[in-house]
C-alpha cells in the first residue's frame, strides 16, 4: 500500500511540473495554482533523504536557498513592519521551486514532456495574439497590445525566450521541421516587435537573436545581421500599417517626462532608479531589511515632494535587492545566477547547455528594467525551467 501510494505521487509530481511548464504562458492563477499542487506533491510524495541528498550536492539549490536565506536574515533588521516583511518575502518563496524540481526531476523523458509543453504553449499564446490582430478573436485595446494572457511585460519577456529555442530547435533540426522551426522563430520576433507591445521583450528579443548567431556563428555572424537589419528595414518599409514599437517611443518618453504634469513609463523608470541609488547610498553594506523599499521610497519621496510616492519596487531587481539586502545581498543575487551559468557546462546536451545560459541572460538583462524575482509570472518563469533545465544533471553527480 505504501509503495503505491509513494509511487502515485511521484508519477503525479513529475506530470505537475510539465503542467507547471506549460502554465508559464497561462493566466497567473493558473499558474500558481499549478506551482502550488506541485509544492504539495512534492511534500507528500516521500524519499525526503535522497531528495535532500540531491538539493545539498547540487550548487545552484544551495545559491537559491542562500538567496532565501538573506532574504529571511534581512526581515530581523528591517525598517518595515513584520507584516509588510512578511508580504514582501512571500513574493521570493517562488525560488523554493527551483531545488524542488531538480530533486525530483529524473527521468530525461519528463524533462523533454515539460520543456516541449512550455514550448507548444508559447506557442499557442503567439497564435492567439495574430489571431487578435487580425480580427479573428475579439480584441479590446488597453495599451497593452495584442496579448493572450500575460501582460505585455511578462508576457514579450516569455516569448522573447521562447523564440531563441525556436531557434535552437531548428538550428538542431533537418528538412521540413527545420524550416518549421524557423518560420515559428520570424513569427515570434514579429509578435514581440509590433504586436505585444511590451519594450523590455523587444531589447530581449534583439540580444538573444544576437547571443545566438554568436553562439552558432561566432565573429562571422556580422554578415549575417546586416542581411536581418536590412531585412528588417525592408519590412516595415513596405508594410503601411505595421504597429509601431514602443521601443522606438523610449527617448520621447524620457524627454516628455513632467512636462506640465505628464508622467511617462521611461521617465519613471528613471526617476526610480535615481531615488533607489540615493537609498542604497544611506544603508550600502547590508541594506534596510526585507520588505523595506516600500517604507524608505515614501520617506525619500515626502522630503523631495515627488508625485509618485507608494511605489513597491524600482523596476530594477538589482537595485530592490541592494537597496533592501546591500552590497552583500548583491553579492548573493550574483551568485544566484553565476552558479547556474557554471553549471550550465555540464548539462548532457548542447540544447540544454544553450538553453539555460539565454534564460539567465533573459534573467539578467530583464532585470536591468524590472523587478523580475519580485514579479509573480517572470519569477516563476525562470524557477520553473531553471530547474527543468538542471534535473537530470544533478541526479547523475550523486
Not at 70 to 78: E, H, Q, R
Not at 280 to 290: D, P, V
Not at 324 to 330: A, D, I, K, Q, R
Request: charged content about 15%.
Amino acid at each position: 500500500m505504501t509503495y503505491n501510494y509513494l509511487k502515485i505521487t511521484q508519477t503525479a509530481t513529475l506530470w505537475l511540473i510539465v503542467l507547471a511548464c506549460i502554465s508559464i504562458n497561462l493566466p497567473t492563477a493558473i499558474m500558481s495554482a499549478a506551482n502550488s499542487l506541485l509544492i504539495i506533491s512534492w511534500i507528500i510524495s516521500g524519499q525526503y533523504k535522497e531528495k535532500a541528498n540531491i538539493i545539498i550536492k547540487n550548487p545552484t539549490s544551495l545559491a537559491t536557498l542562500g538567496l532565501i536565506s538573506a532574504y529571511l536574515i534581512g526581515i530581523s533588521y528591517s525598517s518595515a513592519t513584520l507584516s509588510e516583511s512578511f508580504k514582501s518575502i512571500m513574493h521570493y518563496h517562488k525560488l523554493f521551486i527551483i531545488p524542488i524540481i531538480i530533486s525530483t526531476l529524473t527521468q530525461e523523458k519528463y524533462q523533454n514532456y515539460a520543456l516541449n509543453g512550455f514550448l507548444f504553449s508559447s506557442i499557442a499564446t503567439m497564435c492567439i495574439s495574430y489571431l487578435k490582430w487580425i480580427g479573428v478573436i475579439p480584441h479590446i485595446d488597453t495599451g497593452e497590445g495584442y496579448i493572450a494572457f500575460k501582460n505585455r511585460i511578462a508576457g514579450s519577456i516569455i516569448m522573447s525566450f521562447s523564440m531563441y529555442l525556436m531557434l535552437q530547435k531548428a538550428k538542431n533540426s533537418s528538412g521540413k521541421i527545420k524550416y518549421l522551426w524557423i518560420i515559428a522563430s520570424l513569427l515570434a520576433m514579429f509578435d514581440i516587435a509590433f504586436l505585444m507591445n511590451g519594450r523590455t521583450g523587444q531589447l530581449l528579443m534583439i540580444a538573444l537573436t544576437i547571443w545566438f548567431s554568436y553562439e552558432t556563428w561566432g565573429n562571422k555572424c556580422i554578415k549575417y545581421w546586416i542581411a536581418f537589419l536590412a531585412l528588417g528595414f525592408i519590412i516595415i518599409q513596405t508594410i503601411p500599417e505595421l504597429p509601431q514599437s514602443r521601443l522606438t517611443n523610449t527617448q520621447s518618453e524620457i524627454e516628455n517626462h513632467n512636462i506640465s504634469g505628464q508622467q511617462t513609463s521611461a521617465g519613471l523608470r528613471l526617476e526610480f532608479y535615481k531615488n533607489s541609488l540615493t537609498l542604497i547610498k544611506e544603508n550600502i553594506l547590508f541594506g534596510t531589511g526585507t520588505g523595506s523599499f516600500l517604507h524608505e521610497y515614501k520617506q525619500l519621496a515626502e522630503q523631495k515632494n515627488l508625485i509618485s510616492k507608494d511605489v513597491v519596487n524600482p523596476h530594477n531587481q538589482f537595485l530592490l535587492t541592494t537597496e533592501e539586502l546591500g552590497l552583500m545581498g548583491l553579492i548573493t543575487l550574483f551568485l544566484f545566477w553565476y552558479i547556474p551559468w557554471l553549471e550550465s557546462k555540464k548539462l548532457p546536451t548542447e540544447f540544454n547547455r544553450y538553453a539555460l545560459r539565454a534564460l539567465i541572460l533573459t534573467m539578467c538583462i530583464g532585470s536591468l528594467f524590472n523587478s523580475l524575482l519580485f514579479d509573480a509570472s517572470e519569477g516563476k518563469f525562470y524557477c520553473i525551467l531553471a530547474g527543468v533545465l538542471l534535473s537530470i544533471n544533478s541526479t547523475k553527480n550523486i
